[in-house]
């Protein structure tokens, strides 16, 4: 008898092994965005409450001027002027609140919070008219 060769075949593995390389590669591209935006997130988040501090210790000074005008006193940086005391609590670089108060009854006229920054116009912006 003749003995037959049988030829083995090595599974086909090539197809399966690039979905899975890619499917890894997808998942870490996925890690990485979320990675990011996260961080992202927390920077966002350390600012904001930043800013909500500094608001907040601003308006606590304004309260205490107001408290130590109706006592009495005049703090410096207090304005008056036709009997409406004006000043400012500076909040950040860009920002600060603004107050009026009418010294006859102790009325708040204004108690804002506004920004410091000078705005300029900016005519560099060229825009299409229609024609050629």
Known sequence: MAKTEQKVQAPMVGGSSLLVIFAVLCLTVFALLGFS????????????????????AADAQAEKIL??????????????????????????????????????????LSWQSVSTTNWTESDSLQVWDGES
Request: proline content about 2%; hydrophobic content about 35%; charged content about 25%.
């Open 37 to 56: 935006t996260v961080q992202a997130d927390r920077r966002l988040e350390q600012v904001s409450v930043q800013a909500v501090e500094d608001y907040y």
């Open 67 to 108: 408290a130590q005008l109706r006592s009495g006193q005049m703090p410096e940086g207090v304005q008056l002027q036709d009997g409406i005391y004006s000043y400012r609590c500076k909040i950040s670089d860009t920002q600060e609140i603004q107050v009026e108060v009418r010294a006859a009854d102790w009325d708040v």
